[in-house]
């Protein structure tokens, strides 16, 4: 199973950018899709998750309004755009599957899979 994530860089306060994830390795049909991000010295943090097959979909207090989460089946890929960017969205952007859904979307420690990370940078 394979998760590589793309898309980060430099971009200035209020821009935006996309994130892509594209999955590989075993069907994820039944699967959440989620994105997390880790700045310097801080936790990993839930953003926003995505269930493959039946649309759901939730968002971290934080990025709700300025973030939105996709997927598109056919490409077995899933995006994260990103606008009204501040510099306090500077991180890590990680992608993520979890397989079970019993247990929380929002915790890092239920995912099976991660990306290598993207980085993107808001100057202000």
């Known amino acids: 199973v394979q998760l590589q994530a793309s898309g980060g860089g430099l971009v200035q306060a209020g821009g935006s950018l996309r994130l892509s994830c594209a999955a590989s390795?075993?069907?994820?049909?039944?699967?959440?899709m989620g994105w997390f991000r880790q700045a310097p010295g801080k936790e990993r943090e839930f953003l926003a998750v995505?269930?493959?097959?039946?649309?759901?979909?939730y968002y971290a207090d934080s990025v709700k309004g300025r973030f939105t989460i996709s997927r598109d089946n056919a490409k077995n890929t899933f995006y994260l755009q990103m606008n009204s960017l501040k510099p306090e969205d500077t991180a890590v952007y990680y992608c993520?599957?979890?397989?079970?859904?019993?247990?929380?979307?929002?915790?890092?420690?239920?995912?099976?899979?991660w990306g290598q990370g993207t980085e993107v940078t808001v100057s202000s």
């Open positions: 993520a599957a979890k397989s079970d859904p019993r247990t929380t979307v929002a915790d890092h420690r239920m995912y099976d899979y």
């Open positions: 390795g075993r069907p994820f049909s039944r699967d959440f």
């Open positions: 995505i269930s493959w097959s039946g649309g759901f979909t």
